[in-house]
């Protein structure tokens, strides 16, 4: 423990400089989601940046172009792994939302990496360069007290926001392994559960994602001259749509719920236990009352219970058509153990069903992606817990997330590696939307935390 | 019927001309709707092209601005009135549709006014340029050869693709009051039954039209982090919307029919006895097959029976959001004898019922007007159908339509006169879409139509 608390007495000392740097990265409009041309040079300068950070600790680093349309990957790992020290992937992304969400909502500019109030305000402060950075920092401020504990790898890409094409093809690709086994992957892509309520987030729902689309006539057509003799697209869509659920917000699509185990005592113990502010939690959103499936927990509800979203509806115009088509996006969120395949083709035949017959039907844009779970019993929690406590000064909680992180999984199956999942930020820093920010007392915490947590796992 | 042969023979011999003039009048980019601010010139030009039109034929004609930011109306009457001689009133419009539907679709300048096989090529050609210069060159042909046979007045508006907001204010205004007694509207805004169909139109739908919005959390937000907790807006509103038919197409809103009268067995016979090509309908449609309310007849259907249509669908984004709003635009057509404010409750109350309580719903953008119908046993209609059989040697058929043209009923509840809706383009001639056109030949036997009419009415 004699390294940490040196590299820990490094961090105190370091911080301002590490916060002026971190400014600098986010001064950068590494917008990668609807991306302008003119967000190229930035992505790369941004990329360039986290290359030097990772030299900077003496790993080997390099971009990797994985395909002509992609955004640069940041590979970096130590420049020799020793023999008998494991070997911890640590991953973070340095692309960002847009900042059109709308433009005029932000009250700051989003690459102007203001301070104010112990905050760091920016489009990408809080998702995910400043977290991503805080691991970046730990790693130096152990390079610079006796070097680095493990085996380190980094992956920092550069498509997080429009779906990790490129790491995705790297991983499956078999790009990681030059790298050997891997003991832990760490990554802070996820949320605290709360202001100093810092916690290890033991679980990510799946996604299953698609637009259906009903066609109609070959054009839109004149309601007045044609409608009542035909199908009506959009009439067509909302009937298959209202058949998703019943009243209560049940998913009726046959099967849907098959796979679903039930969550552990264990588990269910420390949700039951987390305090929840319903009415901060309205506040939050606007909206007057909670709603959703009976018998389940808001928490359970949001983090181990599937669900079904039609995300978007559009058809027609507002005149006096009859649309040539309707369409909606439909998305679930999957609990462990649901497979994505057969819940999409059973959703897309149920779709079908409420239709009559001969309706053209189309189902495209499919992705998905089965949730993460991590047991709870699993040896790395109780060190990561530690590390937590180590680097905030407080009791750490367990939690899981109702989002998905495609990567995550992939991760996870790919190295057969725990992912642990230590957010630094808040659900509450506008991650995608206006006026994002970053605590930067949790970017001191964070990395202090990463800093125990990197000789954590060294500890064999 | 001396004036009448002889007008008639000054028609044919003019027609060259007709069409030459009338092709001035389609170049001129008049479009009202959707309409970019270098339309203005145009709309005051084809405005005044009426004006000079008007006097030709020695009419009183001025250029009314009913409010600053409508489109002049274009207002003409008889210099003196003759007492005794019935009063017919003219009605067409100016103003043209927008061409970008897409205006790659066109294959010809959509303000070139080619001719091509007997056809006028170009926006306005049909709708409504055509067919209103038919009367205007009428009313000069009589003109010409001894005088008007009536007192005229014509109102030429510019707004008809957008509202005809200003003719609607003038005519609440008492501005057809210093005209007097009318004996019977024209207007040639209605198609025939198809080609060398030539048709009088018994009827037309009213319209009913409201948009409904469904209000959610106050942006929108993460599917994954708030679903399945609150109301999806989404969700909400494709259950209220698929609760507005049963599965057969009848309208499920309680007392929707209920002023419905059944079709008199004199209406039925004549459109039992139309012929219906139903596989080219389809096949102009781009459809597989009809579909509608079980026991009526296609043009039943179409003409003759009340429809309700959802027209546009919108919410959320095509992303994994629950979306802030969810709105539908919702149009009924109406017909003879249901009034649309008690349809509009129950159609809306209906629709807040399939909601839980306490969700936020608006309705706006509401518009309506109630159908039209002509008694077939009007004395006007044996002339009518006379003088088309004049105009174009061909034996008329009694028909209506399924649209909805707000002012014909304004038109109608103000002078108490019939109107005469005597169609002289195709249902086919693109109104509205790209290549529009006029087939010339039509033109040419509506002139001859409506200076036979004109005749007609001034009998006593």
Redesign the interface.
Known sequence: MAQLELALEHIDAQLRAYIEELKEWVRMPSISAGAQEDCCEALARAADFAVAQCEGIGLRARKVQVSPDTNPLVVACSASFAAGRPTVLIYGHYDVQGVDNPRSAWTNDPFGAAERDGYLLGRGASDNKGPCFAHLKAAQALHATGGLPVNLVMLIEGEEECGSRALSQFIAGGGLDEFGPIRGVVISDTSMYGPDRPSLTLGL?G?L?F?MTVH????D????????????P??L???A?????DVE?RVRVPGFYDQVQPLSRREKTFYDALEVDEAA?CRN?????????PGYS?LE??WT?P?L???????????????AR?A??I?C?LVPDQQPEPIETALQQYLRDQL?A?TEVEFG?SHHSPAYHLDPDHPLVPRALQAIRTGFGLEPLLTR????IPIVTQLHQRTGAPVLLVGLGQ?TDNW??PDEHFNLRDFHRGIRTSAALLCALAEV
Chains 1, 2 share one sequence.
């Not at 109609?216 to 054009?219: I, L």
């Not at 749509?241 to 659920?245: E, F, G, S, W």
């Open positions: 729902r996604i994602f637009q109609g006539p070959k054009q057509v004149h309601s007045g001259l044609f409608g009542g003799t035909i199908h009506n959009n009439h869509l909302v009937r749509l209202a058949a998703l659920h917000g939690y959103l606007g909206v007057k009352g909670l709603t959703g499936e808001l509800r949001r219970r669900t979203a039609i995300n978007h509806l559009s058809g027609g115009s507002p005149r006096t058509v009859i649309p309707a909606a996006v998305s969120r009559p001969g844009n997330e109702g989002g998905s659900i995608h939307g």
